[in-house]
C-alpha cells in the first residue's frame, strides 16, 4: 500500500519526546527541567501586549483577512532595517510575511522543487525541515558536520546533481546552536549561484548570535535575489510563538509562486501578530538587547559549568544561540538514554536521533539541550543531576 505523504516522515519529536512525561511525577523538591524545546516560556512585555489588546478591540481590520504576503507597513519596516543591518537593498516587493518560520521553509521548497528533486540539508538537521521534505517528496540530501559541527562547502558541491534545487543552513544553528562563519556562509552562496541553485538561510536565531553586526554579507551582492532566500522569525525575539509570525525575503518572482502557497493554506499571516511585529521591530530594540544579553549570559553559564561534566567524559561539541550540543559518555544509545533522563534526572531532552539519518552513528552518542529557558542557577542545577548519573 502506497504511504501518504504524512505517512511518509516520522512523528514530531517535541510532541514524541513529550510523550515521554506520561505517568511520572515529580517531587516539589526536584521539579521537571524541561529543555526540549527551543521556545521562549514567557508571554511578550506588557507594553507588547498592551498594543495587541488595542489593535484586537480598536482595528476592525485586524479580524479580516489581510494581504497574502502580509501587512505592507511590516514589509517594509523589514525591507528598511535588513538593508541598513546587511548594508544591502532589499525591497518591501522583496518581503513576504509568513505563518512562522517554519511556513516560509515550506513555502520556500514548494516554490522551489518538484516530486524528486533534491535538497541538501546538512546534519544534524532540524527536525521539521527534513519532516516537510519527506512529505513534499523531495529528497533530503545529508550532509554530515565536520569539525566544529560547521558544514563543508566543497563537500556540499560534490552532492549537487541533476535534481538538486537548493542547499538549506540554519545559522545560528538549530540544533548545535554553533554560529556559521560568515566566510563559509559566503562560500555555500558561491557554491550556489555558479552551479544555478537556491542558498535558503534560516536565521530564526540571529538576534542571539554572540557576534555583533552583520554577520554575512550576502545582501551586498547586488545579484542576492538569484541566489539567496533568507527566512526570519519573530517567535524568539518577541515571545510571538503562539502568533505565528516569520518572514521570507527573496526574489519578487518566487515571491509570486510563495503568494500562491499561502493562499492555499493560511490565505494570509496573523493580522494580530504583525502588528506586535511591526510594533516590535520599531520600539522594543532595547529591550530585545536584554532579552540577548540574558541568553548570552545563560550561554556563557553552560560554558562556566561545562568542565564537571567534561571531567566524567561529556563533550561539549557545539553552543550557541538556545542549544547547546553535548556528547554524553554512557554505553546507552541516545534514544534510550533520553526516556530514562526523565525519570532519574528529571530532565527532558532531545536525542540525536532526531536530528541525524537513521544509520547515522552519531546519533547514538549525541544530545541537544535547548538551554534558553534555565537561568544560571537552573543550569547548575541540571548539571548537578547529569554529574550525578549512575548507568
Known sequence: MTLTRAQATFPPPIVAAKRWLDGVTFPPDRPLINVSQAAPVAPPPP???????DVALNDDSAHLYGPDLGLPALRTEIAAQWSTHYRGTIT???????????????????????????????????????????????????????????PDPDRAAALIGPRTRAIALVSPNNPTGVEYPGALVRAFYDRAKSRGLRLILDETYRDFDARSGAVHDLFTDPDWPETLVD??????????????????????????????????????????????????????????????????????AIEDGFPALADQG????????????????????????????????????LPATMFVPEDAPSGQRQLRIAFANLDRAGIGTMFDRLAGLAL
Open 47 to 53: 507594553e507588547l501586549r498592551q498594543v495587541m489588546a
Open 92 to 150: 518591501p516587493e522583496q518581503v513576504a510575511i509568513t505563518s512562522g518560520c517554519n511556513q516560509a521553509f515550506a513555502a520556500a521548497i514548494h516554490a522551489l522543487t518538484g516530486e524528486g528533486d533534491e535538497v541538501i540539508l546538512p546534519t544534524p538537521w532540524y527536525f521539521n525541515h527534513k519532516m516537510w521534505l519527506d512529505m513534499c517528496g523531495v529528497r533530503a540530501v545529508p550532509l554530515p558536520a565536520g569539525e566544529g559541527m560547521l
Open 231 to 300: 527566512l526570519y522569525s519573530f517567535s524568539k525575539a518577541y515571545r510571538l510563538t503562539g502568533h505565528r509570525v516569520g518572514a521570507m525575503i527573496a526574489a519578487q518572482p518566487l515571491l509570486d509562486e510563495v503568494e500562491k502557497f499561502i493562499d492555499s493554506v493560511t490565505i494570509c499571516p496573523n493580522q494580530i501578530g504583525q502588528h506586535a511585529a511591526l510594533w516590535g521591530m520599531r520600539n522594543l530594540g532595547q529591550w530585545l538587547a536584554g532579552e540577548r544579553a540574558e541568553i548570552l549570559d545563560r550561554r556563557a
Open 314 to 349: 561529556w563533550r561539549l561539541l557545539g553552543l550557541g544561540a538556545y542549544f547547546a550540543y553535548v556528547e554524553h559518555p554512557f554505553t546507552l544509545p541516545s534514544d534510550q538514554l533520553a526516556p530514562r533522563l526523565v525519570a532519574e534526572a528529571g530532565i527532558l531532552l
